[in-house]
């Protein structure tokens, strides 16, 4: 980060914190004030709910003005991620650069780039992708652990092959509060890019007992670089079927366990996904509200593009989990059939059914 150090980091983000409600209002212009929160559908200015930026706080800590959560995909960071994402900026000096002007501040003067400078905090730096990488070097494969438990709790039973999803038994729990540290049983997911480099992982902390989420404000969050990844069932070639939730993208598995599956985590990560480059049909396991929309709209203009055909696949009730739990495998089979491509239907829906 040529001409910028961490300490500048940290001080365009209290810059922007002062003026949090302005830097919402401009860059997230998809959402509304509620009260003592702006409102959004995430990061990348998605209508919706789900992401909230705390307008009031301390100047530092997790619940300071101008820091975020994502209650859907468990992501969180500053008013400078907010830049960032919002604006598809990649290199951080870009983002210093749309920071200042937004700020009204000059340009600084360059200075030579050390070995101990360190990226700005924020989700995609080097930093949370090591350390999402050290957090799956601790966990254990699936069978017989309370993360296999809670699967098969969401009727998830069909689990042979599933190398991206693995348990941690005590795994550490942030409160948004700044309160005390804690640990709970996790469900990991590795979320990788299209040559399977690990570049971040997705946690589920569970009861103790493994039959529902742990019992804390926020049970789910993502961890290191999530922009154009995914949790990943098998390998795609010409036909890939991609959703938001693990659990969702999962259900599919249970009665296509041969159809390739991504979990984007969010309908932004889901809107920015990076295509296999053999992909000619890509399956849209929609969510059914307007951030699902957003996504598929978006997805559509450029799977148009690359000359890849877009097919939606909608779940009877509020999503595919819940056509599995609530209808079984027999129904969902039948939701689906007449939503598959009449090719895939013998190639990929009577083969598992045989």
């Not at 005390?180 to 007992?209: N, Q």
């Amino acid at each position: 980060m040529t001409g910028f150090d961490r300490a500048g980091a940290g001080d365009l983000a209290r810059r922007l914190a002062e003026q949090v409600e302005a830097v919402c209002r401009h860059y997230l212009s998809a959402g509304r004030r509620y009260g003592k929160y702006w409102l959004v559908g995430d990061v990348r200015n998605m209508p919706g709910r789900s992401m909230y930026v705390r307008l009031h706080g301390p100047s530092e800590g997790r619940g300071a003005a101008g820091r975020w959560t994502d209650a859907q995909s468990g992501e969180y960071g500053d008013l400078l991620d907010v830049i960032r994402e919002s604006c598809g900026l990649l290199d951080f000096r870009d983002v210093a650069e749309e920071a200042r002007a937004f700020l009204c501040l000059p340009h600084p003067e360059p200075r030579p780039v050390s070995h101990t400078d360190h990226p700005a905090d924020g989700r995609g730096s080097a930093g949370y992708t090591e350390a999402a990488r050290r957090l799956w070097s601790m966990t254990y494969p699936l069978a017989g652990t309370l993360a296999a438990t809670y699967l098969r709790h969401r009727d998830l039973k069909q689990l042979t092959g599933v190398t991206a999803l693995r348990f941690h038994p005590r795994c550490y729990y942030h409160p948004d509060d700044d309160g005390p540290t804690e640990t709970w049983p996790a469900l990991i997911a590795a979320v990788t890019d299209l040559d399977g480099t690990l570049t971040g992982v997705h946690r589920t902390w569970l009861a103790p007992d493994g039959r529902g989420k742990a019992p804390v404000e926020v049970p789910r969050r993502a961890l290191g670089d999530l922009l154009g990844h995914a949790v990943r069932f098998g390998v795609a070639a010409d036909v890939l079927a991609a959703g938001e939730g693990i659990e969702t993208v999962l259900s599919l598995r249970q009665v296509l366990p041969d159809l390739p599956l991504a979990a984007c985590l969010s309908a932004g990560h889901l809107a920015a996904m990076v295509f296999p480059p053999l992909l000619r049909r890509l399956y849209v396991v929609r969510d059914d509200d307007p951030a699902g929309d957003h996504a598929l709209e978006a997805l559509a203009g450029r799977a148009r593009d690359a000359g890849i055909d877009l097919i939606a696949l909608s779940p009877r009730l509020a999503d595919f989990n819940d056509d599995l739990r609530h209808l079984g495998p027999a129904a969902l089979r039948a939701i689906l059939h007449p939503q598959l491509a009449p090719q895939d239907v013998a190639r990929i829906l009577e083969t598992a059914h045989a």
